[in-house]
């Protein structure tokens, strides 16, 4: 069935620095591909989305690509922010239901 | 607009005892959907609602029973609580089944004793 594999661990980094989360996906099809976000205490928010191959999805300065031909949608973003400290799920959503993948906890210290 | 909204925000259960968690959207929204979250798991499907009048089971519904009870209201209850269950459970709602984007609720945060 559809799947999304995110990296392991959480991520720690220093304000300022360059942030990227990997995901892959296995999918039937032609999926579309997306990341939420979830602030501590609240429920998920959609952060970008791309829903062809090329596609690139960008919000709040975070942005990712989807990439075909290496079943990818790596988070990006250049600068982050201490208010950037969040869980980030990559989730595509194929002929069927929203799949998740098991998210990563993103800190980052001033 | 308040969006989803999720009650209760924390409870605590017994084994064997039963609850229902509560959810509304206020966004006109067709489809609704129950996800648990546990450590390590991500966010898995629970049941869902893709119109008023329908349920389905998703990846993981043993256990739970849900109800949509108009358009606004998508419940979820657990007959006879079990350790296992302990999780946050998230609600959400979506314009249409093909939708792309999910609106969730704040959760609600279950511990079964």
């Known amino acids: 069935g559809d799947s999304v594999t995110q990296m392991e661990g959480p991520v720690t980094l220093s304000e300022e620095a360059f942030l990227t989360i990997n995901c892959t996906y296995t999918a039937t099809g032609y999926p579309s591909l997306f990341w939420y976000v979830q602030y501590p205490g609240e429920g998920l928010q959609l952060l970008l989305k791309a829903t062809k191959a090329d596609d690139k999805g960008s919000n709040k300065g975070f942005e990712a690509t989807y990439r075909k031909e290496t079943t990818s949608f790596h988070l990006e973003k250049g600068s982050v922010q201490v208010s950037d400290s969040a869980v980030y799920f990559c989730a595509l959503r194929g002929n069927n239901r929203l799949a998740f993948g098991k998210g990563n906890q993103v800190v980052v210290i001033p | 607009n308040a969006g989803v909204t999720q009650t209760p925000k924390f409870q605590v259960l017994k084994t064997g005892q039963s609850m229902t968690l509560q959810c509304a959207q206020d966004?006109?929204?067709?489809?609704m959907y129950w996800y648990r979250q546990d450590p390590g798991m991500g966010l898995r499907l629970i049941y869902y609602?893709?119109?008023?009048?329908?349920?389905d089971k998703g990846e993981v519904p043993n256990g739970y029973n849900v109800s949509r009870l108009n358009k606004r209201e998508f419940s979820l209850r657990l007959e006879s609580a079990a350790p296992s269950q302990t999780s946050v459970y998230f609600c959400a709602s979506s314009e249409g089944w093909a939708s792309y984007e999910q609106y969730f609720g704040p959760g609600t945060r279950l511990t079964v004793t």
């Open positions: 609602s893709a119109s008023e009048g329908t349920t």
């Open positions: 966004m006109n929204h067709n489809s």
